[in-house]
């Protein structure tokens, strides 16, 4: 089942380490107004704040639509998209990116075993 947009929203800015106030700042929104889109208390934000919003979370502009349902949605899940903004978070130092490559690895190996 598909997360609601705005806990995506919010997961994805905490994923790149913006503050709230930050990223409203860099879209061109108020604090408040980017705080209702995480509560999802708007349903049909304007394309043009998706598009500012996209461009503050460093993500892409038809996802966005996409999850807002201006656009219909690809084969990938949100969970694949949450998974993808936290593998390329700056955040993520090398070694916890061979942590994760290795886990995979070990994950896929062992479910063949059992299928």
Known sequence: MAKPVGNVIQKIRTLRGLSLNAT????????AYLQKLERNEVREPSPHVLHRLADALSMQYTELMQLYGYLKSGANSTDRRLLGHALDSENLTTDELEAVTQYLNWYRHSNKKEG
């Open 24 to 31: 409203a700042k860099i879209a061109k929104i108020s604090p």
